[in-house]
């Protein structure tokens, strides 16, 4: 048998962390998302005064319903109480359908009503406008950036608190 050479073969070890972001940066791209958010909200021309709260709701609503408000309460990592005075204003609105539960009449089971669907699809054609208007305005290699960017930006979605 044959000696294989020290680290032929063997598990490569983990990258290094990166080092911690300095506090501008850090500051910036929490300002740039912040302020595309709020130009993206502005551009959809939401009449009816949605909160960011509620319209995340609704889209887990549509997503995932129906279902009981304790499962998209749990959706939406929020206390029950605070997504009841959430949910109330968009059944009021006829933006969702707020039924019993047949399993347990103690329960309420939350849909999305044909008017809130319309009110995502707008919404988020609005929104994608925007960003589709800007994003043709950036030169070739600003938007191969761009493009590059997006894993990391997912990335930054789904890593865990710590």
């Known amino acids: 048998m044959t000696a294989r050479?020290?680290?032929?073969?063997a598990p490569s070890a983990p990258p290094p962390p990166a080092a911690m972001p300095s506090s501008p940066d850090v500051a910036r791209l929490r300002l740039l998302i912040a302020r595309l958010y709020r130009q993206m909200a502005q551009a959809s021309g939401d009449d009816l005064n949605?909160?960011?709260?509620?319209?995340?709701?609704?889209?887990?609503?549509?997503?995932h319903g129906p279902l009981r408000l304790g499962e998209l309460a749990a959706h939406?990592?929020?206390?029950?109480?605070?997504?009841?005075?959430?949910?109330?204003?968009?059944?009021?609105?006829?933006?969702?359908?707020?039924?019993?539960?047949?399993?347990?009449?103690?329960?309420?089971?939350?849909?999305?009503?044909?008017?809130?669907?319309?009110?995502?699809?707008?919404?988020?054609?609005?929104?994608?406008?925007?960003?589709?208007?800007?994003?043709?305005?950036?030169?070739?290699?600003q938007s191969r950036t761009l493009r590059a960017a997006l894993p990391v930006l997912e990335r930054l979605l789904t890593e865990p608190e710590d």
Do not use: C, N, Y
């Open 76 to 141: 939406e990592q929020v206390a029950a109480p605070s997504l009841t005075r959430t949910v109330g204003p968009l059944a009021a609105a006829g933006l969702i359908r707020k039924e019993p539960d047949p399993s347990d009449g103690r329960s309420w089971l939350v849909s999305i009503a044909p008017a809130g669907a319309d009110v995502l699809i707008r919404i988020r054609r609005e929104r994608s406008e925007l960003l589709a208007r800007r994003m043709s305005r950036l030169t070739p290699e």
């Open 50 to 63: 949605l909160t960011f709260a509620q319209l995340s709701a609704l889209a887990r609503i549509e997503e």
């Open 5 to 9: 050479p020290a680290g032929h073969g």
